[in-house]
């Protein structure tokens, strides 16, 4: 059964920095991508950025500059650094794992979430 547990969200004033880890368990057939999403109460759940077992990254415009992704894809472990962080970053930020399924369809597996507060 995979799993993907993240940590290291919690309380930040603007301007402030936070750094989110996640580890996938069990086994993802065809790992390729490991990436975060984050979602407010009563929104979308949005894309944030992503990395790719091919050393490539790609980002939302509205965290370009202030955050980066790393990945290790040989642990199955994927960082998000929150840089310069704004009130509009208050969410739930959720970790991405994309691999391929047994019938050869892409599967995309999801964490738990870990709230994220930027607040004075």
């Known amino acids: 059964q995979v799993q993907l547990v993240e940590s290291g969200g919690g309380l930040v004033r603007p301007g402030g920095s936070l750094r989110l880890s996640c580890v996938a368990s069990g086994k993802i057939g065809g790992l390729y991508a490991m990436g975060w999403y984050r979602q407010v109460v009563g929104r979308q759940r949005e894309f944030i950025a992503t990395?790719?077992?091919?050393?490539?990254?790609d980002y939302a415009d509205s965290v370009k500059g202030r955050f980066t992704i790393s990945g290790d894809f040989v642990n199955k472990t994927v960082y998000l650094q929150l840089n310069s962080l704004k009130l509009e970053g208050t969410a739930v930020y959720y970790c991405?794992?994309?691999?391929?399924?047994?019938?050869?369809?892409?599967?995309?597996?999801w964490g738990q979430g870990t709230q994220v507060t930027v607040s004075s």
């Open positions: 991405s794992a994309g691999g391929i399924g047994t019938d050869g369809s892409p599967r995309q597996y």
């Open positions: 990395s790719t077992n091919r050393d490539t990254t």
